[in-house]
């Protein structure tokens, strides 16, 4: 007891000293723990993570195959919401063996997506913290994951980035890293993964690519399917920007330099390869005929609008019902077949009348809603969706924004007065534009010399020197606001108030934009962005439903009603027997529109419009190959294809059926005052044999009107001098157009009516001429800057765009 009771008593003493020493020390050391209690701290620490390690690792279970496994269509419907359009965002996937795989691209997916993939347990920690120094440090933000943990996300889990999913996506990785052999966790990544254009999978990869089976890649090709990887759409080198194909470009040689690294690949073997260019992509299956352009229409608006991104979209389940209408669907694809397919021989005329293409679209004035659109003829034989495309000149349709621009620009137009659809110019072919950013003198089509006309006269006869002027004095800056508030994309080519040209339609927007854009003339101003879907949503797994709120429809004042309703108004006298767009008078209603061919008869359009419905054609020929746009010239055995024929007649043919059965409405007009037309039809004034002396645009009238200024008067009647350009009211029993180059009277060894494009005889002085059209300038193809037909005469960008 005596000894037990000392030992107790000197190991009190000791800690008694320990106490007073620690007490004596400065406060900062003592506060610092001893290194009995630190290492006391982290034992218990590890042994708290291994222990949790190993229960989470025993609770967190392999689980089944994700909903992605069993993906779902997209289902796209009519408007009713009953009658189905198409299907897209099934799964393209077919299983592969690791043997079916050649062993260079093996190799190759390896060396981009996890270098160290042979040697780790299913994760790789040095590169997790690697990964997460180079996001801290902003060399660009990294995953770290390995193809193991890839693996594992793509097939049992979600994409979604939270710190739970990638917990599990842990641990998951390294069981099957365990369960699994190497070889069936690369073949099971190489059939689950994303490569862009619909493809899941290796063996469908190889297919989209380069339409083989996944056992005929090359090296190369191997290679570049394992850089998609990374970024499966960004990085499709023939759809991709010009930086982002850099960078697919630099993926490719990263994973050959990184198989070099790996010992899969000589140096001298590297050396010798070259990119290998995939082949254009495919359409999907299942969207022939008009499907896939109805399709493409409305994935486009989900897209640009913000509703939905495009990976969200292609994951599929969505229910999406458009706007589109079948019956005018089918109207579309009727006069398409019925006025330009049937006329067409390409055996007999293989040199012309083959890959003739049109772009159409049909919009709703009061609503915006687009009810039908025009993408080419089958989707599965042409892919491209040309009512999108942003590469075709629209020729003189663009004068109704050079109207309505100078209508609302305060400005005169020489002469002090403000400009007015009656304000008098000098329609001189080949007169120079006066007060341009760059000279400027535009031929009227044949050469015509107009004289003294008014601003609706030279619409209805489509007089580019007249609108060539206007356009100028209506400030260029403008016109180019005008066109955009009316809805022509602000960033398409062509639309550069720093040339002059621009005023004659050297604008390129897609069909579906100018539709949208007319459709805001005949709603009085009040202007829709075009929409294309009314609802969307997607049931998911477990029965939550999946609604993302739609934007709402509001108009923008594009334009007072004064105005939109003054320019409507000149455009109805364009539908009249002596207007470019008389062919248009067989619809048989009120309608207003205008005409458009651009240099070189590379495209022709007709925009236009009734009460109810405004829409848009355009006719171009295309070499599939190249791409380059190919003149009409010769389509249909004729020799010169203008806006006033075949689009016209397309436009006629689709408008009756679409309105079939409704009641005619008309047009409710209140333009703006001194906008209406005085002293006759539409307007007065006709053809001089020779230039005019005066040739600008504030020359004082001619002797047609001896006691008005310039632009500035409404049009007087014409004295008895010159033939008036009277003509009896057309009826829908008794059209009488006077043929012109918009639509000139059939060959006589081709029974057909008129208006049928043909060559333009020269009128004699005596005679109606032929009215003139835009012919919109090229562009030089080494500068890309303006090079007009004529000396001192620039024109605008002539930008292509291949699709």
């Not at 979604?160 to 099957?176: C, H, P, Q, S």
């Not at 990119?275 to 640009?304: E, H, K, N, R």
Request: aromatic share 6%; hydrophobic share 35%; net charge neutral.
């Amino acid at each position: 007891m005596t000894l037990r009771a000392d030992h107790r008593t000197r190991r009190q003493a000791r800690r008694a000293a320990r106490r007073e020493a620690r007490r004596a020390r400065p406060l900062w050391r003592r506060l610092l723990p001893t290194w009995r209690v630190t290492l006391g701290t982290l034992t218990a620490v590890l042994l708290l993570a291994v222990g949790s390690f190993a229960v989470l690792y025993l609770i967190v279970p392999v689980p089944d195959a994700n909903a992605h496994a069993v993906a779902q269509n997209n289902i796209y419907l009519y408007a009713d919401g009953a009658t189905e359009i198409g299907r897209t965002g099934a799964v393209n996937r077919t299983d592969v063996t690791i043997d079916q795989i050649p062993l260079d691209t093996q190799h190759a997916v390896v060396s981009a997506e996890d270098r160290s993939f042979y040697r780790n347990r299913g994760i790789d920690l040095k590169g997790m913290v690697r990964a997460g120094w180079n996001t801290l440090t902003g060399r660009g933000k990294q995953g770290g994951s390995t193809i193991t943990q890839q693996y594992v996300k793509n097939y049992y889990l979600t994409q979604d980035r939270t710190i739970e999913r990638k917990g599990r996506e842990l641990f998951i990785a390294l069981k099957v890293d365990q369960q699994r052999s190497k070889n069936q966790i690369l073949t099971g990544y190489l059939n689950s993964s994303y490569f862009g254009r619909g493809a899941y999978g290796i063996q469908s990869a190889a297919h989209a690519y380069y339409g083989v089976d996944v056992s005929g890649l090359t090296l190369p090709q191997g290679a570049y399917l394992a850089a998609l990887l990374q970024a499966p759409s960004a990085y499709d080198v023939k759809t991709a920007t010009p930086a982002n194909r850099d960078k697919a470009v630099a993926r490719w040689n990263y994973t050959l330099d990184g198989m070099v690294q790996l010992g899969f690949l000589t140096t001298a073997d590297r050396a010798a390869i070259t990119f290998p260019d995939p082949i254009d992509p495919q359409p999907a299956t299942g969207l022939s005929g008009q499907s896939g352009y109805l399709v493409g229409v409305a994935d486009d608006y989900l897209v640009s609008a913000g509703i939905i991104d495009t990976a969200t979209l292609k994951a599929g389940g969505w229910r999406i019902t458009t706007t589109f209408d079948k019956p005018r669907q089918d109207a579309f694809v009727g006069a398409v077949q019925q006025e330009l397919t049937e006329e067409l021989d390409p055996r007999a005329r293989p040199a012309t009348d083959t890959d003739v293409r049109v772009a159409g679209a049909s919009v709703e004035p009061a609503t915006g809603r687009v009810v039908a659109v025009y993408g080419g003829p089958d989707y599965a034989k042409q892919p491209y969706n040309d009512v999108l495309r942003q590469d075709n000149q629209i020729g003189s349709t663009f004068k109704a924004f050079d109207l309505a621009a100078g209508l609302t620009s305060g400005r005169s137009s020489g002469d002090g007065r403000p400009i007015t659809t009656e304000t008098r110019y000098d329609g001189t072919s080949e007169r120079p534009v006066t007060g341009g950013p760059t000279p400027y003198a535009p031929p009227n089509e044949d050469d015509i010399d107009y004289g003294n006309i008014t601003l609706r006269h030279a619409m209805v006869k489509s007089v580019n020197s007249v609108y060539a002027q206007e356009g100028v004095d209506a400030g260029l800056a403008h016109v180019r606001e005008t066109a955009v508030r009316l809805g022509i994309p602000d960033n398409v080519p062509g639309m550069d108030p720093a040339n002059t040209s621009m005023t004659l339609g050297t604008a390129t927007p897609s069909a579906l934009n100018l539709a949208g854009a007319y459709a805001g003339l005949a709603n009085h101003g009040q202007a829709y962005t075009p929409w294309s879907v009314s609802k969307l949503e997607r049931v998911n797994t477990g029965g939550a439903i999946d609604v993302p709120k739609m934007p709402e429809h509001v108009p923008t004042t594009a334009l007072d009603r004064g105005a939109a309703d003054a320019v409507t108004d000149v455009l109805r006298d364009v539908v009249s027997p002596r207007g470019t767009g008389a062919a248009a008078l067989d619809l048989g209603r009120p309608a207003a529109g205008k005409t458009g061919t651009t240099d070189s008869n590379l495209s022709a359009w007709f925009a236009g419009f009734t009460p109810e419905l405004a829409t848009t054609v355009g006719l171009f020929r295309e070499n599939p190959k190249t791409h380059a746009k190919e003149p009409l010239s010769g389509t249909a055995g004729y020799e010169r294809i203008n806006g006033g024929a075949f689009p016209t007649r397309i436009w006629t043919a689709y408008m009756a059926d679409a309105l079939d059965g409704t009641d005619v409405q008309h047009f409710d007009l209140q333009p703006g005052r001194g906008n209406t037309q005085s002293g006759g039809p539409t307007a007065t004034g006709s053809p001089s044999p020779s230039p005019s002396a005066g040739a600008t645009a504030s020359a004082t009238a001619t002797a047609a009107a001896p006691s008005t200024p310039a632009h500035s008067a409404p049009a007087p009647t014409a004295p008895s001098s010159r033939p008036t350009e009277t003509a009896p009211t057309p009826t829908p029993e008794a059209p009488a157009p006077t043929p012109t180059p918009e639509q000139p009277p059939a060959p006589t060894n081709r029974p057909t009516p008129p208006p049928r494009p043909t060559p333009t005889p020269t009128p004699p002085p005596s005679t109606q001429p032929p009215a003139p059209e835009a012919t919109a300038p090229p562009t030089h193809q080494a500068t890309g800057q303006p090079a007009g037909q004529r000396t001192g005469q620039p024109a605008g960008p002539n930008a292509g765009m291949v699709p």
